[in-house]
Structures are given as C-alpha cells and as structure tokens.
C-alpha cells in the first residue's frame, strides 16, 4: 500500500493532524526543539515517511524541568485538592473516548497494529486506565502509629507525591503505555516530563493537546519527542525526583546506571520469555486459540508474550497442529486496512532483529512448523511463526525475540517442580500462563513460578485494578492498581512529643 492509498484510510482531521509541524510541549507550549533538529516518521507498512518531529535534546529537557518544577511546586497545580486532581484526570479519560476514532488511526499508522486492536484495546483501556487512576487521588492516605517508647507521642505518616518524574515509554503500545505512566503520577500529584519513543511519536503528541484540551495547567504535563540522546538527560538529571521506564532489559539497565547521580527512584517494566504451560487435560478449543493470541498479538510485539510453550507430550501434535491452523486464518496486511488482523512490525530495524531470529533458530536445528519467513515485499511484515523442536540452548528460546515467533517445547511428566524449574530457566520473570481442567494443579503450579503476573486458562490479560509488573530482569516495581500510586509517592513520617 503507497502513502496515497494509506492517508486515503485516514479521517480528515488525523490528515490534518499528520500534516502539521510537530513541536514539543514545554510549560503549556509548543515549540521547537532548541537544537533546531527534527526526525522522520515512517508507517511501517509501507516504510515511506508520513511526518516531521521535533528533535529534543539535553538543552530542551532542561527547560521542560523547570516548567514541571514550576508547576509541582508554585503553580495551580501544587494547590489543587485531591478532588479537583481526579475530576481533571477522569474530565482527560473523558476527552480521549470523545477522539477515540482518530487515536486509534494514529495508532494503527504510527505503529502499525491493526486499526481493530487499537479501537478494541488500546484507546477503552486508556480511557479506563484514567478513570480508575483518578479514583485514587482522594485516597492516598497514611496511618496513625503506635508508639512503644514512654512518653506520651503522637505518630503518623502521609503519602506526598515524590516530585517531577521523567517517564520513557515504548513503541508497542503508544498511546496506551503513555496513559499507563501519566495516569497514576498525575492522581498522585506528580508533573511529569514525558519521552515517547522516537518510532512512534505520533500519538503522545495528540494526547499532549487533548490534555491540554482538558485543562491540565502549563508544566504538569510537558511531552519531548526525540531519541536516546533526549532519554538519557532525562535519567540523569539532577532536577528530576524520578524516571519511570518501559523498554528492554538492555536499556533498563543504562537507566539505572543514569539515576545514580542524583540516586532518583526508578521503576521499570522490561523484558519477558513468558512460559504458556498446557496440561494434557486443558480444553484444547481454548488452549490453542488461547495461545496463538498469546504470542501473535500485537504481532508478538508484547513484553508478556507466550514466547516459550511448553506443551504435555500426548497432546503436543495437536496443538502444533492448531497453531499452524490458527497461524493460517491471520490475515496479514496494513493496520489501517480494517480487515487486517496481523500489521508489520515496528520498524526496519525491529524487522532485521526477528528476521535474525528465524535464522539463528534453523541454524541451531529448530524446525519450521509454520511461518519463518518475511510476508510481502514491502513494509516490515513477518509471518505468524510456530518452531518445533526447540532445546533451552537456543538463542529463539533464551532471548526475547519481541516477535510472532513461539517456540514449542513437549514435557513429559507431571512433577510441577520440575515443569517449574523449565519455566522459571530465564533471566526474566514477567507474566506465565498455564492451561489446564484442573484447578488445583494450575494454583499449586502458580505459586512455584517466578513471575509477576500467572494467568490461568488467559494469556495477555489485564485490568487497570490488577498490579503488573515483572521478577528478576523484567523489572522493579507494579504498575496498575494501588501499587502504582506507591510508585509516584514518597511516605513521610511525623512525630510528636505531647
């Protein structure tokens, strides 16, 4: 599809929108990046450029500082009630439903994901992400502390928000992990500096002016565009409280080392190599499905992917079969195209990356059950792909490949421990799913794995109230639920000699 034919797809005010300069947002403004310096924008269906960003650098992270700074400390927003927080968070969730049409068109240009997937998941769980997270801005409370020393004392500690927050979020869900960041620091009282990533700016950018629209005042949401140069000064500036990042193991790690200087709080949701576990006895009507969903959604472009399927030996025909059958009912094509189930990935070098991967994986002796190839001769599409026998020194099983490729692998046994310690042979610890009739197996089964989230008879799913987050290498801290308040606030305590 040429760039024609995609902008034909496109509603008159997201042409519009597209065919704007597109600036940064700093205290309420917009404006372009100091340095003068902007990047392209590609649709990854087609790898033609579709807009101009402003490229932010150190200088521009230093004013959006200042501005988020202003605003925590000596603005409106520093005086706001909680209530009056919330009304504004749950008035933004409002806003976004009323352009729901056109966020989802930027999502499925930008990003690629098939323009169903954005209507269906991304833009309602945004708009529900808002209003569960403005929910909480009235009950951020502390405690009233016994005290065992003598004297006569009165203790008690307060929940305060931790200050100006740098967030830094990925490419596969935009707009959605944009809400995810923004959401709770805003119920907590924080303002924020956030940095979309540079493949898909797009949609960030639209929220800045919906926020705006909502009436959020000048420095408390403040948007930069622009690179790792730009995510850098952001984890590393002293006059940041906090960054929250969402990304790669690999990038997670230079985060942390960046907030040493001024030892900021960090959280961060990283990488997965999610185990999906089916029993002999699961209802294989919702195991197979359930598991194709698992890894081919979002064209596998999910931290908590079903990446490594361990399957039972006496079932383990069949459910190749079914994989390769539901692989083979995916209709693969452009995000905007409606009837598109399956888009391309992100870009030509996420494209390289997993390409690489189905290489890697023939040359260690996997094999090919479906899939394995490129699709199309242009944009960045990859077929839906199973690989058969795969061992746990393959590179496809070890690493996050961030693709439509699962790796299946038979167990022969019903020793949990054992099924357990298969699962939990990863660097990370993320999500799990585990597909059974049996109950009692699947919660025993549950407690024994390492990982954040373990789902039964699901893969993949998520509600605003439920905290997500990842063990080991996939990450510090939750995000959703009560949990991810206590991210975006310092306790403090305080005592009294009466």
Known sequence: MDVALSHGLLSGNVRDFIARRHRLLIGGEWSDARSGKSFAVFDPSNGQKVAEVAQAGPEDVDAAVVAARYAFEDGPWSKMTPSQRGKLVWKLGDVLEAHAGELAELEALDNGK??????????PFACEMLRYMAGWSTKITGQTIPVSAPGDWHAYSTREPVGVVGQIIPWNFPLLMAVWKIAPALAAGCTIILKPAEQT??????LGELIQEAG?????????????????AIAGHPGIDKVA???STEVGKLIVQAAVGNLKKVSLELGGKSPAIVFPDADLDVAIPGTASGIFFNMGQCCTAGSRLFVHERIFDRMMQGLADEAAKIKIGPGLDPASRMGPLVSAEQFERVTSYLDSGRQQGAEVVTGGKRHGTE?????P??????????????????????CAMPFGDDDLDRIARQANATEYGLAASIWTRDIGIAHKLARKLKAGTVWINVHNFLDAAVPFGGYKQSGWGREMGY????????TKAVVALL
């Open 114 to 123: 098939p323009i169903s997937d954005a209507r269906a998941v991304d833009v």
């Open 201 to 206: 700016p797009l949609s960030a950018i639209r």
């Open 216 to 232: 959020f005042p000048p420095g408390v949401v403040n948007i930069l565009t622009g690179d790792g140069i730009a995510g850098a």
């Open 245 to 247: 990042f969402t990304g």
């Open 379 to 383: 944009g960045w599409f990859v077929e």
């Open 385 to 406: 792909t199973v690989l058969a026998k795969t061992t746990p020194e393959m590179r496809v099983v070890r690493e996050e490949i961030f693709g439509p490729v699962v």
């Open 483 to 490: 949990e991810a308040i206590e991210l975006y606030t310092e």
